[in-house]
């Protein structure tokens, strides 16, 4: 029988129209399944259910979760990730780069730092991404070498934010993305109101910590505050990362956002 499924048109664009149609009719669709996302079982005959298709190098999974943790998409891993993936799948404050996203880029190829930590606000500790690129970014077709990182993020709806214990406003469209309790993206509305697109995607998955992902569960909001090159650099300690943020801040060189949490 037909499922309740959701299939974006990049998932549709890398399985075919053929195996898109099989699974909306059901023939290829299993009926009960566990979230990839929250780990716990669906239907797709009942509720919702978003298909999630990760794409190694070699290979390809499709998996399935509540549309309500995460929308359809695919996710671009590596083939040693997507086969971690494959057991997790049929079996039941971190740090990474990734490269720069497709509005920010320079003569030098940047790549972004991504730092997960918690950051006290008015006395709760909330679940915060600091995003820094490696080098200079400059507006892409520019021949210029003036960092316009901030600038091109506060076109993006990122704004400045001068005192760190004011929580920043909220960026409709935009998302942290959670999968199998790891973070996978940093997502954007897609061109012409389509499906969302990867900001910042990683190479492969990064590992955040049970109190950060407790933190994020809870409020479903993530805090994201980016940069310029050698403002905050690789703190060891929340402690000292609260501090180099306060310092960029006070000296403007700081933007951040409140992004909705997708999947757990």
């Known amino acids: 029988m037909p499922r309740m499924l959701d299939v974006s048109q990049d998932v549709r664009a890398e399985i075919g129209d053929e195996e898109a149609d099989l699974l909306l009719a059901g023939d290829n669709a299993p009926g009960s399944y566990d979230c990839t996302s929250c780990r716990t079982p669906g239907d797709s005959e009942q509720e919702r259910t978003s ?4 794409v190694g190098d070699e290979t390809a999974v ?3 979760a509540h549309a309500t943790c995460i929308p359809s998409q695919v996710v671009r891993v590596s083939e040693t990730q ?3 993936a494959v057991r997790n799948i049929t079996a039941d404050g971190a740090a990474g780069t990734a490269q720069v996203p497709p509005i920010a880029a320079g003569p030098e190829q940047a790549v972004l730092g991504i730092t997960s930590g918690l950051v006290l606000i008015e006395g709760e500790l909330r679940p915060a991404l600091v995003v820094e690129p490696t080098a ?3 507006r892409p077709g520019s021949t210029g070498t003036t960092d316009e990182f901030l600038l091109l993020l506060s076109e993006q709806g990122f704004r400045r934010i001068g005192d760190l214990n004011q929580v920043p406003g909220a960026l409709p469209g935009w998302s942290v993305l959670l999968a199998m309790g790891q973070l996978h993206a940093i ?3 897609g061109t012409g109101g389509g499906s969302p697109i990867s900001w910042w995607q990683a190479h492969q998955p990064l590992h955040v910590t049970d109190d ?4 994020a569960n809870k409020s479903h909001t993530v805090l994201v505050y980016a940069a310029p090159v050698g403002s905050i650099g690789q703190q060891g300690r929340e402690d000292l990362l609260r501090d180099a943020l306060d310092r960029a801040a006070m000296q403007g060189a700081l933007v951040a956002a ?7």
């Open 258 to 264: 409140a992004l909705p949490l997708a999947g757990t």
């Open 187 to 189: 997502l954007q509305p």
């Open 136 to 138: 200079p970014v400059v």
């Open 62 to 64: 499709l998996a399935f």
């Open 51 to 54: 298909t999630v298709l990760f």
């Open 82 to 84: 997507l086969q971690g």
């Open 212 to 215: 950060w992902r407790a933190a």
